[in-house]
């Protein structure tokens, strides 16, 4: 049986001393960092476009698109802080504008789809405005469904009327 040959080796970042086999010294990525101090500096390392599982700064929440902004982006002062993202529609609609929006400023998608993100397709208001329009919309949407039923009543009791005479 070979016995493998242990090394002590001195953490560079905390000085934690611990032991190592010597093959492991050699490789190339050895660091000579213990773990924690390992991951702790990987984490520095690999944020944003230098991480491994970068795709591009994409992705989704509740149906809206996310995108990533550098923060020494012109538009990196809408990023709520510690995010790193914004909604793509407001970035979309601030290029757009060519400011910032303002946290009162909302971006709203005319046919409802919320990944649709042209700007022909996109609308600034303000919030109070917002909310009016939303509710004025839901309530046209009731008052047609609530018309349909009646007239479905209607026809029913016409229908039921005419099979009695008969």
């Not at 989704?60 to 990533?68: A, E, I, M, N, S």
Request: net charge positive; with cysteine.
């Amino acid at each position: 049986m070979r016995t493998l040959r242990m090394i002590k080796v001195t953490c560079p970042d905390c000085g934690k001393v611990r032991d190592r086999i010597a093959y492991q010294i050699k490789a190339p990525t050895f660091t000579g960092r213990c773990a924690s101090c390992s991951g702790k500096q990987r984490g520095k390392e690999q944020r944003g476009m230098q991480h491994p599982n970068w795709r591009g700064g994409c992705s989704r929440t509740r149906g809206y698109k996310q995108v990533y902004i550098a923060p020494n982006s012109p538009f990196s002062k809408m990023v709520p802080k510690g995010k790193g993202v914004v909604r793509e529609h407001r970035l979309i609609m601030a290029k757009y504008l060519g400011r910032c929006l303002k946290t009162n400023e909302i971006v709203h998608h005319l046919n409802g789809i919320r990944d649709d993100n042209r700007i022909e397709n996109l609308a600034l208001t303000t919030r109070k405005q917002h909310e009016h329009d939303t509710l004025q919309k839901h309530l046209k949407l009731r008052i047609r469904q609530l018309e349909e039923e009646l007239n479905y009543v209607k026809l029913t009791r016409i229908l039921h009327k005419e099979h009695q005479q008969t």
